[in-house]
């Protein structure tokens, strides 16, 4: 009976872990980066009697919290009813219980399954004490990998990426169109009027071959003056140029009436 009631007024006392009037939780934020917790007095000595403290950590959302006890000193007994720590799988004491230790060179670690952990601490009054715990708690990923840092880099690296390549092609874009816009100009500002092939006159070199021809332009008005020019002063040249026959003389003239005469 004693026994029983015992462990009855030590459950009735930790369910209240979660109670603002018994045990006033410290809150914590699991992220990517380690951090620890201890019991108190832990780096100076030892925990007191007749304590209870407790811890909630949170994470976020899509997130699980990694534990790990990297030292524990405990006043042991092999049902760990005196002084102990426990783990719940949530914020309450209803949540599913993960760990519960005492003693010495206790070093374990272990995950909940979902963003959010309560961790509490119980002494009793027998005058036994110890130095207490060290926890360790990170924040990770539903698959188990770490958060934050390596993630964050990740999706860092990928949009400078993405804006590099975006820059890139709106570069070449630019560069083709460029190219593309310029090439047409030059083409259209050199292209030629064509006659339609059906508009041109037939011109027939032989009774068996018939073919089309371009239309000749008339030469223009200056192109005919000058040529008026230069084919009369051609003339003129040869006009000048050319020798003038000179009169008969009078022998030349009897010699050829003689002959006429003879001939006669």
Not at 15 to 20: A, I, M, N, S, T
Request: hydrophobic residues 35%; proline residues 5%; charged residues 15%.
């Amino acid at each position: 009976m004693l026994i029983l009631f015992w462990f009855f007024c030590i459950n009735s006392i930790f369910v209240c872990l979660d109670c603002q009037t018994t045990c006033v939780p410290s809150i914590l934020k699991a992220t990517s980066n380690i951090k620890t917790f201890t019991t108190p007095f832990f780096e100076s000595g030892n925990y007191p009697n007749n304590i209870l403290v407790c811890w909630k950590i949170s994470a976020s959302i899509n997130h699980i919290i990694s534990l790990r006890i990297i030292e524990s000193s405990i006043e042991y007994d092999s049902k760990c009813m005196n002084d102990f720590g426990v783990v719940y799988d949530g914020f309450t004491t209803s949540s599913k219980l993960l760990a519960k230790w005492c003693g010495s060179d206790e070093k374990f670690e272990l995950k909940t399954s979902s963003n959010s952990a309560l961790i509490g601490f119980i002494s009793d009054e027998n005058g036994v004490t110890r130095k207490g715990f060290k926890i360790e708690y990170v924040a990770l990923s539903s698959s188990g990998q770490d958060d934050g840092g390596l993630t964050t880099a990740v999706i860092i690296v990928l949009a400078i990426i993405c804006s590099v390549i975006g820059i890139v092609m709106i570069i070449i874009c630019v560069i083709i169109f460029s190219c593309i816009f310029g090439c047409c100009s030059t083409v259209s500002s050199n292209r030629q009027q064509v006659m339609p092939i059906s508009d041109r006159p037939i011109v027939r070199n032989g009774p068996d071959h018939v073919t089309n021809v371009l239309p000749i332009a008339p030469p223009a008005y200056d192109e005919l003056y000058n040529n008026s020019n230069s084919i009369n002063n051609n003339n003129n040249n040869n006009n000048i140029n050319q020798p003038t026959d000179a009169p008969p003389s009078y022998e030349d003239s009897e010699q050829r009436n003689n002959t006429i005469t003879t001939i006669t």
